[in-house]
């Protein structure tokens, strides 16, 4: 699309005819000026560093302490103690996150490289963004500065997902002229389930008095808490896909038809879900001279996990029977670069990066056998009187590989005209690639069958043009490619000295392609049946072209030193895409479009920040009112199309509240609480190919309330041990599992909603520190995620009651 050349040039256009002040990305903790004050943060939702209290934006940060004192390593962790956030999904590294009650359903992740839309909540490491359809970069939390949430349409300054919101996960970086060193290991054991374990550490040397360099390592290991049962699993000869559900295969087994069944006796086990975290960060920090510095950093990180996370209820608590091995593999590797430094006034930041992530998965998808419409032509032989003899093994499996490669750079500055004016601006470029492979295990003795090995149709290959292997029925061998390029800029005038005022501008241009082809099994030797994504469908080889401009505006008052308020007007976007389905459907059901657009979002809201009481009671928080149109909703309706679609199917109303505190109510005890309220609506529902829950109805996965509250109370020992002791409690109530009508009555209606209780007790002393823990208290299943992708209902939940000790070391 963009040329290196067109580039630079922006790059040079940008820098030329804009400023900005960019800090470098670093947590403050200021010192309160008497023990009983609360700490303030700094943050960088504004790309700039700035004081949380006084920046006139909805910001939510979790400090390196909060991660401690919390137990928050992986991405489930931290999303339950931020206000507004929900996520769903099933494990690890298979998880969306929403914010704002901004939420549909997570896409399988048996489809989510071929057909998955982009998220609407952007996910950050640092300077960078890491999103992915269906499988959200899950990264350990180690040694990081904070977690930032922002809240609400981020699209100016974060660019494209940030409709709901954006999440950055910001890291410790090296330190010139200090040396520090310290490692945290502890023990988890589950009454229900496996012992866990995990060490982690971190060292930073300054090499010289300009260079430094730092170092994190991890290694975490989750048991397994459910049970995979040994069971049988036979095709019902009365299921309605056999006896007219599909006409075209209605009488097609009689009364003579023999089933054989599947046995899973060799994959059961107890606690199979066990999982790992295992992966490093390496930074070097380069002060080139008083003005310039240079940073690079490389991460990589391997996640595995066996078995599956939501369970059976049909089979038992935390229960399931699965027939075919359930199997993640998911490594990245990130390299990063930033330079930043200063020419006069103006401060230049210039990053960049590049994302390596490749993901192996296999999973039981023998489930299909209760709903698949052509489930008898995959799995049954016939007579020649063309009634089904014998129905043999009816498991079914999925075989997915994905990679994932992103290259993307960032040069922005920051300006100060004088001390009424201000801006920053900058340009974007992004170029993101998702290869792959899906191939679904469908048939158990293919020759028998008579079928012969799938192979790509024509030329239309994207990654492997080689014959699949007998017993593969179906699959995807896709490229997706997003190529963009953005110019953004938020200026701010100090109306007077109390009122200020902000506008935020993004232009993007998206080029996206899609390439490749869905194939079938074909049956004889000339029977191929497959979709080329060059020229079926509605598809051509000419890209899709995206632009648009994002707009922001915003008020704030300093009403004192202490007190800020704040009114903002906002839009998001993500990308719009193609669907395999194009062109299916019927006059009666409608046709599914061959792209999907981009969604709207519109977001006006006020909001407050407050230090009261002598700077011990720290009280912020947002009310608002979102209009989200057109919204981008995944679907597969065989009454419509074979293929899983994408439709702008609905339009919805939000009106919330959110809001946060921390109360240090004495010099021992500190009190932190959250809540957040949302009364999300349906109010339109489009053509209706997507047969939608009723308009009025709420949307789905995110509960109208949503609360937290954590006491902390230190005291000294005799022997001069500190000590603390922490409570803990979450509260989030009832919702819908989907927005798809059919799939909330399969999960047999609403999920429950649920309390989590946490506790925890411990002693430090000069840089040691030992604690006790309990999570979930009074064991809870919680209903995370209803769900049934795998076409049997089955239920996300949290980890069981588990008791913890973890010893930390810090040397200064």
């Known amino acids: 699309m963009f040329s290196y050349n067109k580039l630079s040039t922006a790059i040079f256009i940008a820098l030329a005819a804009s400023s900005s002040a960019v800090a470098q990305d670093q947590e403050q903790q200021e010192e309160a000026d008497s023990k009983s004050q609360i700490e ?10 700035t004081n949380i209290q006084q920046t006139p934006t909805a910001v939510q940060a979790l400090s390196s302490r909060d991660l401690k004192e919390q137990n928050i390593g992986n991405f489930d962790d931290y999303a339950q103690y931020v206000p507004n956030v929900s996520s769903s999904g099933r494990g690890p590294g298979q998880n969306d996150v929403f914010i704002r009650g901004m939420s549909i359903q997570p896409i399988s992740v048996m489809l989510s490289g071929a057909q998955g839309t982009m998220p609407n909540v952007a996910l950050y490491v ?3 963004p890491v999103t992915a359809p269906g499988r959200n970069l899950d990264v350990y939390a180690t040694d990081l500065q904070r977690i930032e949430v922002l809240p609400g349409p981020q699209g100016t300054l974060f660019g494209a997902s940030s409709q709901a919101g954006t999440i950055r996960y910001i890291t410790n970086k090296p330190i010139l002229g200090s040396f520090e060193a310290g490692f945290t290991t502890g023990f988890e054991s589950m009454p229900e389930g496996e012992m866990s374990s995990s060490a982690e550490g971190y060292i930073n ?6 260079f430094a360099v730092r170092g994190a390592f991890y290694n975490v290991n989750r048991g397994g808490y459910i049970d995979n049962k040994a069971g049988e699993f036979s095709i019902d000869p009365n299921n309605p896909n056999f006896r007219g559900l599909n006409p075209a295969i209605a009488g097609l087994v009689d009364e003579g038809t023999e089933f054989t069944s599947a046995f899973n006796t060799d994959l059961a086990e107890d606690d199979f879900n066990d999982s790992y975290y295992k992966g490093f960060r390496l ?5 080139i001279n008083t003005n310039w510095e240079l940073l690079l950093q490389h991460q990589a990180q391997d996640l595995g996990a066996d078995g599956v996370f939501d369970y059976d209820p049909e089979v038992g608590d935390l229960e399931v029977e699965r027939y075919y091995p359930d199997e993640l593999e998911d490594s990245f590797d990130l390299t990063t670069w930033t330079l930043d430094g200063r020419l006069g006034a103006l401060e230049i930041l210039y990053t960049g990066g590049y994302l390596d992530r490749e993901i192996e998965q296999s999973i039981d998808y023998t489930g299909y056998n209760t709903s698949g419409s052509y489930i008898i032509y995959y799995t049954c032989v016939y007579g020649e009187d063309g009634i089904a003899e014998k129905c043999v093994d009816p498991t079914k499996g999925f075989k997915g590989h994905q990679e994932h490669e992103r290259f993307t750079q960032e040069a922005r500055i920051n300006y100060d005209f004088n001390a009424r004016s201000r801006i920053t601006a900058g340009v974007f470029y992004d170029d ?8 679904y295990v469908y048939f158990a003795n293919p020759e028998a069958l008579g079928f012969v090995p799938n192979a790509p149709i024509s030329d239309a290959y994207a990654n492997n043009r080689d014959t699949r292997a007998p017993g593969i029925g179906f699959f995807n061998d896709i490229t997706r490619t997003e190529e963009q390029i953005a110019l953004f800029g938020e200026f701010t005038y100090d109306l007077t000295d109390k009122l200020s005022a902000t506008l935020g501008l993004r232009w993007y241009d998206i080029e996206s392609d899609f390439t490749g082809q869905s194939s079938f099994a074909s049956k004889g030797e000339d029977g191929d049946a497959g979709r080329d994504y060059d020229s079926t469908a509605g598809h051509t080889n000419e890209p899709l072209e995206q632009d648009d401009v994002i707009p922001k505006f915003t008020l704030s008052y300093q009403y004192t030193p202490s007190t800020l308020f704040f009114a903002t007007y906002s839009e998001g976007f993500r990308p719009g895409g193609f669907n395999r389905a194009g062109g299916q459907g019927s006059d009666e059901t409608g046709y599914v479009n061959t792209v999907y657009k981009s969604d709207e979002v519109k977001n006006y809201e006020f909001g407050w920040k407050t230090l009261l ?18 919204m981008q909703i995944t679907r597969l309706d065989t009454d419509i199309s074979i293929l899983t679609f994408v439709d702008n199917a609905a339009n919805s109303e939000i009106r919330g509240l959110e809001t946060d505190m921390t109360w240090r109510l004495t010099d021992n005890f500190t009190l932190n609480g959250a809540l957040s309220y949302n009364d999300t609506e349906l109010v339109s529902t489009g053509q209706g190919i997507v047969r939608t829950l009723p308009i009025g109805s709420e949307l789905p996965l995110t509960p109208e309330v949503q609360a937290s509250v954590r006491g902390r109370y230190t005291w000294t020992l005799e022997n001069k041990w500190d000590a603390f002791a922490q409570v803990g409690w979450i509260y989030a109530g009832d919702t819908y599992p989907s927005i798809v009508a ?4 399969q999960a047999g209606g609403r999920q429950d909603s649920y309390n989590i209780g946490n506790a925890s007790i411990g002693v430090m002393k000069d840089q040691w520190s030992v604690k006790l823990y309990v999570k979930n208290l009074t064991d809870e299943r919680a209903e995370l995620y209803t769900n049934t992708q795998d076409d049997i209902l089955r239920t996300t939940t949290n980890r069981p009651r588990t008791f913890g000790l973890s010893v930390s070391y810090s040397f200064y």
Not at 205 to 210: E, L
Not at 283 to 287: I, Q, T, V
Not at 432 to 439: A, F, L, R, S, V
């Open 126 to 128: 640092d300077e960078q």
């Open 40 to 49: 303030t943060i700094n943050v960088t939702a504004t790309k700039r560093t």
């Open 742 to 745: 059919s799939e909330v009555e």
């Open 205 to 210: 040397i300054p090499v010289t008095r300009d």
């Open 283 to 287: 930074s070097a920090k380069y002060r």
């Open 432 to 439: 993101y690639e998702i290869n792959t492979q899906d191939d």
């Open 613 to 630: 009481f002598d700077n011990t009671l720290r009280w912020n928080g947002n009310a608002y009112f979102v209009e989200w149109n057109d």
